[in-house]
């Protein structure tokens, strides 16, 4: 049975509990944040500590603990956990005042609530999805407009990933007024004639703490990066395609709407990232 973390203790999953009044579960009011485990350490934490502040002060909300306390806490989650590979899962919300309102609890007298937990996932870094390559569907994009908050309003999302599930495939991208934003849990990129395409940074899409390190590296080995709008057409006619994530790290796409990008085989470009990812991130774990 995992431990995890209520409001500064650490319970045995069965005896976690928060209110029933809470506003992360009657209104969606909350942010979170995965950081990955790999070798017993923790992958790119200060990029998500930071965007982490970023979403709570988009939103109004005060943070319960210290970057400093939050660091500590993920470690103890591994170390009793005993998670070689896997995830930590951090939630944040408002939290309650004592009954249910539109109107913002006064966070000077009603504490926010934060709740973490981790996931085991032997072979995280070794993945077969990874060696297969995924396979994608295209969707309408229909999300509220600030998805470069990382709230918990996850239902249109999930609702994208099992269209992909139906449909015999592993995942969807969604496409707002033609132009790709964003996969479900991901940032999406293709690539044509050796350059990486991604879209830029606005309120539109998610600004991925894995992007980031991928693009970092990517420039560092001296790839070609434009960050830009491009639309499904175009995704299917370039030469391989990928996504970034703090759980699938670098993921090959080999499919979009039925039509096989290359030879229908994770691209080169793809799997040399997720290595070189892997690598360096692996050497700057904590």
């Not at 951090?90 to 926010?112: H, K």
């Not at 994009?141 to 992909?164: C, E």
Request: net charge negative.
């Amino acid at each position: 049975m995992r431990t995890v973390y209520v409001n500064g203790e650490y319970l045995p999953e069965n005896e976690a509990t928060i209110s029933i009044f809470d506003r992360g579960f009657l209104m969606a009011d909350g942010v979170y944040e995965v950081t990955s485990v790999l070798d017993g350490k923790l992958i790119d934490f200060d990029g998500h500590a930071v965007r982490l502040e970023r979403s709570m002060s988009e939103l109004d909300m005060r943070s319960p603990i210290t970057k400093e306390d939050l660091l500590e806490v993920h470690r103890e989650l591994v170390r009793v956990n005993e998670i070689n590979e896997g995830l930590i899962y951090l939630q944040i919300t408002r939290g309650s005042d004592g009954d249910r309102d539109f109107v913002f609890p006064d966070p000077e007298t009603t504490a926010p609530t934060i709740v973490l937990f981790t996931q085991n996932k032997p072979g995280l870094a070794d993945s077969p999805a990874a060696k297969k390559g995924a396979k994608i569907i295209s969707i309408e994009d229909i999300r509220w407009g600030r998805r470069d908050i990382k709230t918990v309003q996850l239902l249109y999302p999930s609702m994208g990933k099992m269209m992909a599930k139906k449909a015999g495939c592993d995942d969807a991208w969604l496409v707002e007024d033609g132009f790709v934003t964003e996969g479900t849990s991901n940032n999406a990129y293709i690539v044509k004639g050796n350059k990486i395409i991604t879209r830029q940074l606005s309120n539109d899409i998610l600004h991925g703490i894995t992007r980031a390190a991928v693009l970092r590296f990517a420039r560092e080995a001296q790839m070609e990066v434009e960050e830009r709008s491009f639309t499904i057409d175009e995704a299917k006619e370039a030469d391989e395609a990928f996504t970034t994530s703090a759980s699938g790290f670098v993921m090959p796409v080999v499919e979009i709407d039925g039509v096989a990008l290359g030879e229908g085989v994770p691209g080169t470009i793809a799997l040399r990232l997720r290595e070189i990812y892997l690598d360096e991130m692996r050497k700057a774990a904590i």
